[in-house]
């Protein structure tokens, strides 16, 4: 049996996304996998693991709420039907209390931190002595790969911490669905209501421009277009691409041949009021909507940690 503690200095760090993983690469390989969120009291267990419910097979039930002053109880009972055990911490708790469930369960500890906070979380990691398993950073940008391996690794080994695994960002991780768009924009289903969880990872704006529309649109996948419903020109050509979903702005409907196409190619259809440059700058805020809430991230953040840190680096080979 492997226990983990994963945790991290600061909130939004990725503790759901890698529990999440190694729970799914465990399973995969035919080991039993139980997920034990630990808040900071009872009153905070409501609506603990909804992000864990929305990422996992409805009939598969291996995870689970506790408070910090039972969490010690609640593995011990566990421990003898799994094979791994991940031990998601709130951010909230204090350092004293995680410390203390970290001695009385024996688990091993893995700190994630995002790129951008780094080395401030070192200490922080350090906190838990002999029992830290290493540092996995998060959300690594793509040009940021040399100063990782030449500046912040080299800083954390100088600091006594090893650095397990670095994952880059990731166009999936950060997509929001069809269902938060519209709600982020207080959009209308036109059509395609029953697609509300497909996943946008691009957005476009429909327009005037001196190369043809679909070369155009070619370009980004998984999209958004963002267009004024009385531009079947354009929708037409971005229909010839691959796309999620319509926003059409100005509170315009298509036409009925944009609405056929739409629905033959599933691409649902969202109305908002507003015209499109304010649509685009509410675009901006969706990205306080994203978080690890969707099966498609489970598997895809699965492979970055089978790539970046390496499962059996973190089970000793489980």
């Known amino acids: 049996m492997s226990l983990f503690y994963v945790t991290s200095n600061l909130p939004a760090q990725g503790k759901t996304a890698l529990c999440s993983s190694m729970a799914h690469l465990s399973l995969d390989r035919g080991v039993n996998a139980n997920i034990v969120k630990v808040v900071p009291h009872s009153s905070a267990l409501n609506n603990t693991v909804a992000n864990y ?32 055990i991940l031990m998601e911490g709130d951010s909230s708790i204090s350092t004293e209390d995680q410390e203390k469930l970290v001695s009385e369960t024996d688990a091993e500890v893995i700190v994630i931190s995002d790129y951008v906070n780094g080395i401030e979380c070192a ?11 290493g540092v996995v950073i998060n959300f690594l940008p793509r040009f940021a790969e040399t100063d990782v ?23 999936c991780l950060l997509s929001v669905s069809v ?30 421009g001196m190369d ?55 691409v649902p259809i ?10 685009m700058e509410d675009v901006g805020n969706l990205q306080g909507n994203v978080s690890f809430d969707h099966p498609e991230k489970l598997v895809r953040m699965s492979y970055l940690i089978s790539s970046s840190v390496g499962l059996e680096l973190l089970t000793g080979g489980l």
Do not use: H, W
């Not at 929305?54 to 003898?80: C, H, R, W």
């Not at 969202?270 to 649509?279: A, G, I, N, P």
């Open 53 to 84: 419910e929305s990422v996992f097979p409805n009939d598969l039930e291996l995870f689970s709420a506790v408070p910090i002053n039972g969490a010690s109880k609640s593995l011990k009972d566990m421990k003898s039907s799994s094979g791994v």
């Open 123 to 133: 200490e922080y990691a350090k906190g838990f002595g002999t029992k830290l398993k």
């Open 149 to 171: 391996r030449e500046r912040l690794v080299p800083e954390f080994e100088s600091l006594g911490v090893t650095v397990i695994g670095v994952i880059p960002e990731d166009r």
């Open 179 to 208: 269902a938060q768009i519209a709600e982020c924009l207080g959009g209308r289903f036109f059509s395609g209501e029953n697609l509300p969880d497909a996943l946008v990872q691009n957005f476009m704006v429909g327009g005037f």
């Open 212 to 266: 043809p529309g679909q070369y155009v649109f070619s370009t980004k996948a998984d999209k958004a277009v963002v267009i004024r419903g009385d531009r079947p020109d354009v929708q037409m050509s971005a229909l010839q691409t691959d796309v999620t979903c319509f926003i059409m702005t100005n509170g315009i409907e298509p036409i009925e041949y944009v609405t056929y196409e739409s629905q033959e190619e599933e």
């Open 270 to 279: 969202l109305v908002v009021e507003q015209d499109t440059l304010q649509t």
